[in-house]
């Protein structure tokens, strides 16, 4: 059973507001992820890390910001929310694997509405 | 990254198998091959991966052509929670990123 969680589950906020979305896990990965996923469509990665102090954009450019002080812990912020930034967020971590054979963990997601 | 192609969609009646094909004619020699699936409303889950040989676990088998360049998710007896998008991943070695594409929407049948 994955020990990764994020909050808040759901969000529904004005535009021009800034909002955190943490995630968490309890596994010791040292790799972290950020995607976000419209519904029925596929997902695409916007952050990585891969220790503290480590991030990275992903595939899917992004004005959302990630940050990795703690291992155990990867917030997303959006410094000023809009409705194009409507969607769900999904957290993973996976542990160092040998040749890309390490899996990963997903959290339940945060559904963000931006009005 | 390499690429993966599989079907948009496909059905089947519960309690019999289910065969979810996957091409990846673009993988690398030290590539894995990975198959998570994703429940309405949840995050994706982890379902089993390979490099070379068949692999089987508790959810599925996969059964990994000779030449690497395809590979089959088995569901040995679908059930109604086993209905879900499935995404069949290609890793890279050196990376540890996944690169989702859309997916298999699998539909099963009461």
């Known amino acids: 059973e994955a020990d990764i969680y994020q909050t808040p589950r759901y969000l529904v906020i004005g535009t021009g507001k800034k909002i955190t979305l943490e995630c968490s896990q309890t596994m010791g990965h040292d790799k972290m992820y950020w995607y976000q996923q419209d519904p029925g469509m596929e997902l695409h990665l916007i952050h990585y890390s891969y220790g503290v102090n480590s991030t990275e954009k992903g595939d899917l450019s992004s004005e959302s910001t990630v940050s990795r002080i703690r291992t155990e812990h990867f917030p997303l912020t959006l410094e000023s929310a809009r409705p194009s930034h409507t969607s769900q967020y999904l957290c993973a971590s996976s542990a160092t694997g040998i040749f890309g054979s390490g899996e990963l963990f997903f959290g339940e997601g945060s559904r963000l509405t931006v009005l | 990254d390499a690429k993966t192609t599989q079907p948009n969609s496909m059905e089947s009646n519960e309690e019999e198998p289910v065969h979810l094909p996957c091409n990846h004619s673009?993988?690398?020699?030290?590539?894995?091959i990975h198959w998570y699936r994703q429940l309405p409303s949840q995050g994706p889950e982890y379902v089993i991966h390979?490099?070379?040989s068949n692999v089987n676990n508790r959810m599925a088998s996969l059964a990994i052509a000779e030449d690497r360049k395809s590979s089959t998710l088995i569901l040995h007896r679908a059930t109604l929670r086993d209905a879900a998008v499935y995404y069949c991943?290609?890793?890279?070695?050196?990376?540890?990123?996944?690169?989702f594409g859309e997916g298999t929407q699998l539909t099963v049948n009461p």
């Open positions: 390979g490099l070379t």
């Open positions: 991943i290609i890793r890279e070695t050196s990376g540890s990123r996944l690169t």
């Open positions: 673009t993988i690398s020699g030290t590539d894995y």
